[in-house]
Each structure stands twice: as structure tokens, then as C-alpha cells.
């Protein structure tokens, strides 16, 4: 374990309770001490806020993404700073020490659990929306991505760049860089892919000591870390170099549905031996949902699919691998990659793509939700019991 997360750990979580720290008094220290640093004040006061400025709260707000921690008693943070530049961060880091308050860092807000933005002692928010420049280099095949951007963002300047590039990341556009690929990042593209992290070339960290330093300062031990143990154990990730994927000029998907009824049962247990083993052009996801047919209750299986080529070629793999699914020509749409990634993310057919460039996306859900992995089959009859 590298030394920088336990100074972490230890030095920025401090015994102090919410009622012995007043935010007041900690705006002033954070300020004073940002500013000692520097020789400009009016710069860090521009990035700074407290429960006493009206924008506190819709920027607390803009990046809470779970309705479970937009509550009155949801504990809020005592500051929130936003820095616009990489040396705000590094004084940030090194001023929250000093003044013993713990840091929360947060890039687009998707914790399930709210912990970029929820803490059980007295803290800031280190709010990364302002640093999320992203730079396409199609010559090299490469992109260096602030944490700030989200993976919507990342996908459409891709695509403004190239139409045969992609990314293996995530299916919500809103998430952030900082979170999603600290933690590993899957999407559609794993099978031939794999992960986001199986994806970084270099990366920009700010340690515990307020120092910048990338993949060859930081050494391969921490630069392993931060591809999947979670960024904010280990610093503040400023930025991610990826190497881009290619993909075809034409993608084909498909999404179809089975009931109960339609012996579901039975295609979602040959899912299970086919969907780790078919073409790795292939990813098909199955989501099973409770639903409620003419009065009946009854459950729904979708099989959403993201082939990379084009539906003739898809329907041969298909019809070789999982004739079961009956997929039909009709029911394959030949699209764009970039269209695909509409498609998944639950657009209407001919949603322009500056909708990636919405950070907000819709109203959040109130939601628990916890991932895991299968390691060995559901047999039938758990599938009809489920
Ligand atoms: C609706 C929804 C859909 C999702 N879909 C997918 C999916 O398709 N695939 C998938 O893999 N995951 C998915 N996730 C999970 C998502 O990848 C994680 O929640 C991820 O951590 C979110 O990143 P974030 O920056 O938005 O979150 P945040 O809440 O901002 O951060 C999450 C964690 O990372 C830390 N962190 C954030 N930024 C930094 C930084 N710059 N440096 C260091 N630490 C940092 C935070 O402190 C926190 O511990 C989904 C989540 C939601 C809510
Ligand atoms: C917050 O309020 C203080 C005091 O009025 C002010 O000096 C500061 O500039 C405000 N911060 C921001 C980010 O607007
Ligand atoms: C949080 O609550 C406020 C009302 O207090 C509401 O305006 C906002 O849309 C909510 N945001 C989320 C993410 O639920
Ligand atoms: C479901 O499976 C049963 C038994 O194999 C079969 O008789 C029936 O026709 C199937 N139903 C459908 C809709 O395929
Ligand atoms: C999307 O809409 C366009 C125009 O309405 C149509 O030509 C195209 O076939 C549609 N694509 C899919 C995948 O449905």
C-alpha cells in the first residue's frame, strides 16, 4: 500500500465533531491559508463557498445524483470549493490538512452511495466540474481527460474528431471521469475491450503532499491503485490519458423482449453459457424486471445488444451462437457508434448528439442499487423463483 494513502487517511480525517467547528471560522481559515500560498486573495474567495452564499446550495445540488442524499438532514459540507486551475487543488489539499477538516472530492456525483458528497464528519467538497478539458489526439490514437469531464462528454469529442473511434466506458453519459475510471469503468465495449482502466496510458495526480505527479512519478504501484481501487484513497486524479479503440463506420443493436410467458426462463439460462463466449464483437446485457401484463404479474427480460458490425454479419453470429434468441433481421438497427451510444443510454431515435453535452441529464431517482458477479450459473428454477 503506498505511504501517501495512509498519510491521507490519517491526516485529513480529524476527531473534530460538527458542533465544534463553525463554518464561518473554517472559511476564513481555508481562505487565509489558500491565500498565504499565493499572493492573490480575491482569486480564492471567487472559488470558494459557504452556506452564506446563495450559490452554496445549487451547486451542492447540481451534482447530487441520488434523491436518498438531497434530504434537510443529509449532512452538508462546510465549504465547497471549485477550483478552476490544477495548483487550486493542490493548495486545496494542502490547506484542508493544515486546517484539519477531511476532503471530499467529488467529479459527477453517481456514488451510490453519495460519499463525494456525504460524510459523517465535518467536511469540504473539492468540486471537479471546472476541470474537465478534453484533448483528442486521432494521430495518436490518445485522449488526456480531465475528471471533471463526464463520459458523455468524452464520447461526443471523439466522435466530433473521428467516427471509427471509441472509448470502452460506461453507458450513463453523466458520469464522471474522477469516479467512473477510478473504479474500473464496463460498458458495452468490455467483450472486446475490457475495461476503461485496461484503457490508461498515463495519469495526473495530486498526492497528499499537494504534488502533481503522473505515471512515471507516481511509479506503477499507485498508478495500478488508481485504475479501479477507487481515486479518492490515493489523491486527487486530475486527469486520465486513454488510448482509444477503434470501431466500425456501422454498429448494429437490437433489443428484445421476452416474458414468463415467451419461456423466458429457458433463453436466459442459455444467456448464461452463451453471452462470456459468442463473437467478442458481441455484448448483449439482460435486464430482468417485475412488470404487469393484462392484470397479471409477470416478469420482463430484455436483451439489449451492441454488435461491432454490420446486421448481416450479426445475424450469422446469432443464428451460430444463440439461435435461441430468434434475433430477426427487422429487429436490427444498423447505426453510427455514436448513435449506439444514444440508443443505450435510452434516446429516442434522432436525439442529436449534443445531448452528451448535458451534465445534468434528467431528474434523479431515489435508489439503492448494489453490483455484483456471477461466478456460477442460475439454475431454472432460481430464475422462475426470482
Ligand atoms: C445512474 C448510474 C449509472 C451507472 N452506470 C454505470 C455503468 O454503466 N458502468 C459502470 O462501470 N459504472 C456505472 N455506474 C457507477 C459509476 O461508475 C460510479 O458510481 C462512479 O464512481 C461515478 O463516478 P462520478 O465521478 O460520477 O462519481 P462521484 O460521486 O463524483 O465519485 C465517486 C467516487 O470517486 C471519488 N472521486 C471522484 N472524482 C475523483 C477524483 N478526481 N480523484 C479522486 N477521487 C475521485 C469520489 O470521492 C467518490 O469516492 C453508474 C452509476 C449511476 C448512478
Ligand atoms: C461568498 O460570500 C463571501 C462573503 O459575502 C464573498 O466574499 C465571496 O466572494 C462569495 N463567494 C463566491 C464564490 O461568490
Ligand atoms: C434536490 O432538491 C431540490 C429542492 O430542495 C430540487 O430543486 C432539486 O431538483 C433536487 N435535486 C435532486 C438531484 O434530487
Ligand atoms: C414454452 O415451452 C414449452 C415446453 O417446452 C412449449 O410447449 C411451449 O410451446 C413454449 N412456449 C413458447 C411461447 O415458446
Ligand atoms: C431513425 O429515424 C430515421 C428517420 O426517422 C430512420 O430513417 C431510421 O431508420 C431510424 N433508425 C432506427 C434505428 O430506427
Known amino acids: ?21 463553525a463554518t464561518d471560522s473554517v472559511y476564513d481559515n481555508l481562505l487565509h491559508c489558500l491565500s498565504s500560498k499565493t499572493n492573490s486573495k480575491d482569486q480564492f474567495s471567487k ?8 450559490s452554496y446550495t445549487p451547486i451542492l445540488q447540481d451534482y447530487i445524483r441520488n434523491r436518498r442524499f438531497n434530504t434537510s438532514t ?24 493544515q486546517i484539519g477538516v477531511q476532503l471530499k472530492i467529488r467529479s459527477g456525483g453517481h456514488d451510490y452511495e453519495g460519499i463525494s458528497y456525504v460524510s459523517n464528519v465535518p467536511f469540504i467538497i473539492l468540486d471537479m466540474f471546472n476541470l474537465r478539458s478534453i484533448n483528442i489526439d486521432i494521430k495518436d490514437e490518445t485522449a488526456w481527460v480531465q475528471s471533471g469531464a463526464t463520459v ?20 450513463c453519459p453523466t458520469m464522471g471521469i474522477g469516479g467512473h475510471i477510478s473504479g474500473g469503468g464496463y460498458g458495452n465495449l468490455l467483450r472486446k475491450y475490457g475495461l476503461s482502466v485496461d484503457n490508461v496510458i498515463d ?11 503522473d505515471r512515471k512519478a507516481m511509479g506503477e504501484d499507485l498508478f495500478w491503485a488508481i485504475r479501479g481501487g477507487g481515486g479518492a484513497s490515493f489523491g486527487v486524479v486530475l486527469a486520465y490519458k486513454l488510448k482509444l479503440v477503434p470501431v466500425p463506420p456501422v454498429v448494429t443493436v437490437f433489443r428484445v423482449i421476452k416474458t414468463l410467458e415467451d419461456n423466458a426462463s429457458d433463453l436466459i439460462y442459455k444467456w448464461q453459457f452463451v453471452a462470456n463466449k459468442i463473437d467478442n464483437n458481441l455484448f448483449i446485457r439482460l435486464l430482468l424486471q417485475p412488470t404487469t401484463i393484462k392484470n397479471k404479474d409477470t416478469m420482463r427480460a430484455t436483451f439489449i445488444g451492441l ?8 445475424l450469422s453470429v446469432t443464428k451460430a451462437g444463440f439461435p435461441e434468441l430468434g434475433l430477426a433481421k427487422q429487429e436490427c438497427m444498423e447505426m453510427s457508434w455514436i448513435q449506439s451510444v444514444l440508443f443505450w443510454a435510452n434516446f429516442d431515435n434522432g436525439t442529436s448528439e449534443n445531448v452528451l453535452l448535458d451534465r445534468k441529464g434528467g431528474s434523479p431517482n431515489f435508489f439503492k442499487r448494489k453490483s455484483d458477479y456471477l461466478k456460477t450459473l442460475i439454475p431454472k428454477d432460481g430464475l422462475e423463483g426470482l
Open 1 to 21: 500500500m503506498p505511504v501517501s494513502m495512509l498519510l491521507f487517511l490519517s491526516l485529513l480525517c480529524t476527531p473534530f465533531s460538527f458542533s465544534t467547528v
Open 47 to 54: 472559488i470558494i463557498y459557504s452556506p452564506f452564499n446563495s
Open 74 to 97: 443529509t449532512r452538508k459540507p462546510l465549504l465547497i470549493v471549485t477550483p478552476l486551475k490544477e495548483s487550486d487543488v493542490q493548495t486545496t489539499i494542502i490547506c484542508a490538512k
Open 152 to 171: 458523455g462528454e468524452l464520447y461526443y469529442s471523439i466522435w466530433q474528431k473521428s467516427k471509427v473511434h471509441g472509448f470502452p466506458a460506461g453507458i
Open 203 to 213: 495519469a495526473q495526480i495530486v498526492d497528499v503532499k499537494g504534488r502533481i505527479l
Open 307 to 314: 454488435f461491432l458490425g454490420d446486421s448481416n454479419s450479426l
